[in-house]
């Protein structure tokens, strides 16, 4: 079964500061998703990738997929204490298009004012 | 409504108690989903269904799990006899339809903690 690994486990930053988040997967990526939980909010869609090379941004969020790697990695850029959370990535387990997502473990962000 | 709903958002049961715990999806979206996290770990996939039907039901843990969704609505998912490995926060998303899974919207999930 595909297996997602993200890291790192948890990150703190200062806010205003850059930080990246990698996702990645032990077998072939159809498609990467990544998630924002706030606890008491349930999970919330941030994007999706799916083309190798391909790029998206959300604010001052912005992802991209490299396929050859089989990882994602999610940057934020000057952070801000409500981007804190845990980020999950999510990945297709089967085909584009499957009913089934595997997920990542997450990764915890704390942003310090 | 305006998102996916669960009720309740926490539960606390005894060891040997069954618990049913639901899920109101989005008006209009098709696919259902169940997912479990338990802590320290990634969310398993449980179950989905189409319209009313579960066509894969593979992902449950054990029999004691269970789940159905009526008139292409509600769904509750069942478990019997439970057991201090089955907490976890069980996580219900819905989408327009299944081969968008992963653009799926979630409900706060149930906390549900065996004792």
């Known amino acids: 079964s595909q297996e997602l690994e993200q890291s790192p486990q948890s990150l703190i930053v200062q806010e205003g500061k850059n930080l990246t988040i990698n996702c990645t997967s032990s077998k072939t990526l159809y498609g990467l998703y990544w998630y924002k939980q706030k606890y008491g909010e349930g999970l919330i869609f941030l994007m999706m990738l799916q083309k190798g090379g391909e790029e998206k941004s959300h604010e001052k969020i912005t992802a991209k997929l490299d396929e050859k790697k089989q990882q994602s990695s999610l940057h934020i850029t000057a952070s801000q204490p409500s981007h804190a959370g845990i980020y999950l990535c999510g990945a297709d387990s089967s085909g584009a298009g499957s009913y089934q997502l595997t997920f990542g473990k997450g990764t915890k962000l704390s942003v310090i004012p | 409504g305006a998102g996916v709903s669960q009720s309740p958002s926490n539960k606390v049961t005894e060891k040997g108690k069954d618990v049913e715990l639901r899920c109101d999806p989005i008006s209009g979206h098709t696919a259902l989903y169940w997912y479990r996290q338990r802590l320290g770990q990634g969310l398993e996939f449980l179950i989905y269904?189409?319209?009313?039907?579960?066509?894969?039901k593979s992902g449950l843990p054990s029999d004691r799990f269970s789940a159905e969704r009526t008139g292409e609505s509600v769904s509750t998912l069942t478990i019997q006899r439970t057991q201090q490995e089955d907490s976890a926060v069980y996580l219900c998303?819905?989408?327009?339809?299944?081969?968008?899974?992963?653009?799926?919207?979630f409900g706060q999930g149930t906390r549900l903690t065996v004792v």
């Open positions: 269904f189409q319209g009313n039907s579960a066509p894969d």
């Open positions: 998303a819905s989408s327009l339809w299944a081969g968008i899974s992963g653009e799926a919207f």
